[in-house]
Each structure stands twice: as C-alpha cells, then as structure tokens.
C-alpha cells in the first residue's frame, strides 16, 4: 500500500488549498482514510476523515465547516479541501489508511500507512 500526499503549499490567512492523497494498494470503497496534521511542537491530530463503506465523514472541530473530504473511486484518491484557512492551520498534513476496525475514523488507532506528508504554510 502506497499513499502519495500532495498539495500543499504556501497561502495567505483567509486563503484555499485542496489536498490530494493517491492510493494504490487499497481500495477505496472499504475501511478509512484520514488526514492528519502535525504543527511544531505539538502531537498528530485528526483533521477530517471518511468511513469508505458509506462515504461518512468527520472533522474536528477546529477545522469543521472549513474542510471537506471527498474521494474519486476512479481515481482512487481522496481530497481534502481546506478554505478560510487560518494561520493556526499551520502543518504538516499526513493521509493514512486502514482497514475496517470498528472504531469511528478519526480514532488514530489502527491507520496501518501513512502517506509522507505535505505541508501547508498559513501566512498572516
């Protein structure tokens, strides 16, 4: 299984980005993905993520109403699009993937691969 992040970059406060992860090994109408980020100094939090069964989704409440995940099955890849982004949204964004564990997606536990990273810059 292989997850390849990208999209990231540098943006201004207030502005958009959209997140791409593209999988190949997994399939994506069975378990979770999720994206994660990571700030300096601080541990891995959940952003938003989606149960692959019925498409369900979740996002922090940091994020909630600023973010939407989606997912092109053709494509076997999911995006995150982040608007109204803040400086705070500052990291190092990560997809992972897993199978179905039975635990709502945005309980880390369980993701078993990891993409490598993107990072995203909010400037203020």
């Known amino acids: 299984v292989q997850l390849q992040a990208s999209g990231g970059g540098l943006v201004q406060t207030g502005g958009s980005l959209t997140l791409s992860c593209a999988a190949s090994?997994?399939?994506?109408?069975?378990?979770?993905l999720g994206w994660f980020r990571q700030a300096p100094g601080k541990g891995r939090e959940v952003v938003s993520c989606?149960?692959?069964?019925?498409?369900?989704?979740y996002a922090a409440e940091s994020v909630r109403g600023r973010v939407t995940i989606s997912r092109d099955v053709a494509k076997n890849t999911v995006y995150l699009q982040m608007n109204s982004l803040k400086p705070e949204d500052t990291a190092v964004y990560f997809c992972?993937?897993?199978?179905?564990?039975?635990?709502?997606?945005?309980?880390?536990?369980?993701?078993?691969?990891w993409g490598q990273g993107t990072q995203v810059t909010v400037s203020s």
């Open positions: 992972a993937a897993r199978p179905p564990v039975g635990v709502s997606c945005h309980v880390e536990d369980g993701y078993e691969h």
């Open positions: 090994g997994f399939s994506l109408d069975y378990g979770a």
């Open positions: 989606m149960r692959l069964r019925d498409g369900s989704t």
